[in-house]
């Protein structure tokens, strides 16, 4: 599909596909749609995600342009401190004054970042994208997509824990994360781990 002549219907093009044609993104929103329309539903990503991925490849483009080349983790963890809320206003500024450093308009970038919604506009109207159908066990597919998040969390709280002990921040010996995860049913008493929830059917409320 020629993302070149696509428009919003009115004859002006959507926000995404300008930011593809000014940062010089050739083949990003091919690379969009075939993430989210994708058969395998385990290889689809959300709108979320892809407008993380959007915005990553948008930082990236920014800073090349300005001739400081950088690596994606190092992408990944600038934009993360960019746009979090729950990242202090230091390290944040730090982060700025590097980009205003390289004469990178700090506000003109952010204002070039897409929200999840731009990025479905962008896939369903301007490029008729859509989901593909299958047949696929719902529940299954609910573990899976909570054991991975799970599988994430611990190593995001291993990396932080390990960063911290380095840091000479905390005292901590040899050590693992476990999360455990359980559902209460507060109509029937019932505490499940979520995946044995979902294996039999449910709670007790229908017994």
Partial sequence: MNEEIRTDGSGRRGKVERV?????????????ERAWTAADPDERESLRDLATRFNEQVLEAALLDAGDSVVQSEVETMYELLTDDTVGSGDRRRVERRLERQGVDVASLRSDFASYQAIRTYL??????????????RGQKA???V???RARLVTVAEDRLQ????????SLGQFRVIVDLRVVCEDCGTQQAFT???EEGGCDCNS
């Fill in 20 to 32: 593809i044609d000014e940062y010089e993104l050739e083949g990003l929103g091919d690379e969009l």
């Fill in 124 to 137: 369903k109207s301007e490029r008729g994208a859509e989901h593909r159908t299958v047949d696929v066990d």
């Fill in 143 to 145: 573990i899976e997509t």
């Fill in 147 to 149: 054991q991975r998040l």
């Fill in 163 to 170: 960063s911290l002990r380095s840091a000479g921040r905390i």
């Fill in 196 to 198: 044995t929830l979902i």
